[in-house]
């Protein structure tokens, strides 16, 4: 007679267990991935659509009416809220329209939390709260343009995202001259992919879509890695294994890339939600002017918003993008 064998009660449960315990420690991770890419997915087709639509406006700037008095006291405001309603809205289908101290409505979170996972920080609700050095005053002088201190509006989309607009009606067309940003920013929406549900973060459900120029447009919306190269380094060298700008993304993840001059300048008007790196320096962007180690490029400053064209070979910091 042979022998019949089989597994024990003990064996099954202690297997079952065991099956238990990797799944618990597995499972969180692979959701985590799953929600990332549908994420990423969420906001490319965003970007594309809120790109689609204002390219349709004959301009950016203009709408509303935003006035002080003489100590700079905001007395009318209708700015943020008549760009959606009156711009936006032609071009755009759109379910729900929040005026400013309504932005809960729209299903916009109180609270957020940075890039960093560090800081939980109060959702802006004017251009001062989203990043005051957009006020600095000194990014005007012998341009066009200005910055208002607006307050924001936001609406609902008809996919279920819910969008703060922070619009800036004295918005200036583009220039190749080394300038300041914040006057050629015309609206920045900052986006939560699922409302006031979680979790809340910058990078994950929470990112930024910016518009510059008042006239022929640029619409850019960086996903920021998570933290900075670790030194300055040259956009361009020829000396040989030194790391260039370039490189130095890559060096961080193959999926990562230094961004262009208009996202490298919506990074610094969104920089508060990214919470990263050298606030008071300058970082290389993309954008090369001219060639070689002499050549030019364009850079980015986090300390004053000022943009310039740089001799490649100088030295300056990298904040990277995801692809």
């Known amino acids: ?52 639509a204002i390219g349709q406006m004959n301009a950016l700037g203009g709408y509303g009416t935003y006035t002080e008095d003489e100590d700079g006291t905001a007395t009318t405001d209708t700015a943020a809220e008549s ?46 709260g989203l990043n005051e050095k957009l006020l600095n005053g000194n990014h005007v002088s012998g341009e066009d343009g200005d910055m208002a201190d607006t307050k924001a509006a936001a609406f609902e989309t008809v996919n279920g995202e819910s969008i703060a607009v922070f619009y800036n009606p004295l918005c200036s067309s583009d220039t190749t001259a080394n300038h300041y940003t914040q006057n050629k920013m015309c609206v920045n929406f900052v986006y939560d992919l699922n409302g006031s549900e979680g979790p809340n973060q910058v990078g994950k459900d929470v990112g930024f879509i910016t518009a510059f120029y008042n006239k ?21 060298t ?53 060639l070689g180690t002499s050549g030019l490029a364009w850079d980015q400053g986090f300390y004053d918003g000022g943009r310039n064209r740089i001799i490649r070979s100088g030295t300056k910091y990298v904040r990277c993008l995801r692809r």
């Open 83 to 128: 760009f959606i309603l009156d711009a936006l809205s032609k071009v755009y289908k759109i379910n729900n329209v929040c005026g400013p101290d309504k932005l809960s409505s729209c299903g916009i979170p109180s609270k957020i939390t940075t890039l960093d996972a560090v800081s939980e920080i109060n959702f802006p609700t004017n251009m001062k």
């Open 238 to 290: 020829e000396t040989e294994g030194e790391i260039d700008a370039p490189t130095a993304c890559k060096t961080m993840g193959e999926d990562l890339r230094l961004p262009d001059r208009d996202e490298a300048a919506s990074l610094f008007v969104n920089a508060p939600l990214i919470n990263l790196g050298e606030s008071t320096s300058y970082y290389w962007s993309g954008s090369v002017i001219s």
């Open 1 to 52: 007679m042979k022998k019949k064998t089989g597994f024990t009660l003990a064996e099954v449960l202690i297997t079952l267990a065991i099956i238990g315990i990797v799944a618990a420690i597995t499972l969180p991770s692979l959701l985590v991935n799953v929600n990332e890419k549908a994420w990423d997915a969420q906001k490319k087709a965003l970007h594309a659509r809120l790109a689609q």
């Open 216 to 236: 022929n447009p640029v619409v850019v919306a960086p996903i920021p890695y998570n933290t900075d190269y670790k030194s300055v380094v040259r956009q361009y």
